[in-house]
């Protein structure tokens, strides 16, 4: 069983393995409450998987140490079943997803792991891993339903309460739920007046589906940027400690999430994955009751792949406003492009692509579209640019 005490020595067992994560506060994310930020996405291995990974190895016998470890993981487990296999002399083999971020995949085998790529999500790189760990009789270190893994995971509630003893509320991402398990039973067996807060991805809510119809419940398909979470069946173990610890969960967007990353790049110099931001994402879109609340938000890993976050932020630019495409008919003759750049130069927006098409068949022979992107500072600058483009004679038929 989960004790108080398992979590107290996986925090004995990890003091000079992990590192002790600072809480910083986010003073300009938020107006409505008070937001501080538990920074995992800095911790060995860019996330808070090394905590229950090297904790549970730490525990094997000598038999079961000759004979390796195998896991399934998103990426983030990966890298921390590797790393405590190579700390503690073992072998490891690792099954991840092909869908699985290339930057995760790679950390993992420069850890000294041998990997398996599967295709399909975490539970089909689940289920090979169960398929190996038959024919090879290694110990399988479960990603989240396992009590020695989830006490790892609460080591970091203890931290929360050591650097911030008045909060009122903890955010924590939600994928199979081990991070949330452990974090809630340790916050709630020292302070049962905070609240613990859960958040999954809208296109992942395995956890959120099962504790709302208080049974365990396996989605069809996930689909979501916050590859970390992105889980199908919540684990028993964690299905049950989230039922009687965790006090609401609720589901982000993938808008909302981008959002929250960007959010992150620029007011705080942080890097996030999409898993790791989705506790700032439920803050930043009120998901919670927590208005004028002392508030931590776990940011549960930075390892995200470049190229995903070049896409990331460029839907968080649109979802704030700031950045717009907006399609517009145009007489074809000289000085309409002139005309439209001067509208735009005029109103403080930036034009950092045109395409001007002339061929289309749906337009006036004497006309041509003219699609525009431009750098703007929020969705009120957007609609100024619109009215005024508009009131100048020229009509906008496609947007966004």
């Known amino acids: 069983m989960l004790t108080l005490d398992k979590i107290y020595h ?57 004979r390796g470890v195998i896991t399934c993981s998103a990426g ?53 891993a169960v398929e190996l760990q038959k024919e090879t009789g290694a110990t399988f270190i479960h990603p989240f339903d396992d009590e020695m893994v989830i006490a790892g995971q609460g080591t970091i509630g203890l931290e929360i309460l050591d650097q911030l003893p008045d909060v009122d509320a903890v955010i924590v991402p939600i994928g199979g739920g081990g991070l949330i398990s452990g974090i809630a039973y340790a916050i709630k067996s020292l302070n049962p007046n905070v609240k613990v807060y859960g958040v999954q991805s809208a296109g992942a809510p395995s956890m959120y589906l099962s504790i709302a119809h208080d049974k365990i419940e396996t989605l069809p398909s996930v689909h979501t940027i916050a590859d970390g979470i992105a889980v199908k069946t919540p684990g028993e173990i964690t299905f049950d400690i989230c039922r009687n610890y965790v006090d609401e969960i609720m589901t982000v967007t993938d808008d909302e999430v981008a959002t929250a990353i960007l959010s992150l790049i620029e007011k705080q110099k942080l890097i996030s994955e999409g898993a790791g931001a989705v506790s700032v994402a439920a803050a930043l879109f009120n998901k919670f009751p927590i208005k004028n609340k002392k508030v931590c938000c776990l940011v549960s890993g930075g390892n995200i792949d470049v190229t995903i976050l070049s896409r990331v932020i460029d839907r968080g630019l649109q979802k704030a406003g700031r950045l717009a495409e907006f399609t517009i008919e145009l007489k074809d003759m000289p000085g309409e492009l002139r005309n439209v750049a001067k509208i735009i130069s005029n109103l403080g927006a930036n034009v950092i692509a045109v395409n001007h098409d002339r061929a289309d068949l749906n337009t006036d022979i004497n006309s041509c579209y003219l699609r525009v992107s431009l750098e703007t500072r929020n969705h009120e600058h957007v609609q100024k640019i619109k009215d005024e483009l508009s009131k100048k004679g020229y009509r906008i038929v496609d947007n966004s």
Do not use: W
Not at 13 to 34: F, G, W, Y
């Open 10 to 66: 996986a925090s004995y067992v990890l003091k000079d393995v992990i590192r002790p994560t600072d809480m910083i506060k986010a003073q300009n994310l938020s107006d409505e409450c008070e937001i501080y930020l538990k920074t995992e996405n800095l911790q060995i291995t860019g996330a808070f998987k090394a905590r229950g990974a090297y904790y549970k190895i730490s525990q094997l016998t000598d038999e079961e140490k000759a």
């Open 76 to 128: 983030n487990h990966a890298q921390g079943v590797a790393l405590a296999a190579a700390k503690n002399n073992i072998k490891s083999l690792i099954c991840i997803p092909n869908s699985a971020p290339i930057s995760k995949v790679e950390a993992t085998k420069s850890y000294g792991a041998e990997v398996c790529l599967v295709e399909g999500t975490y539970d089909d790189a689940h289920d090979k």
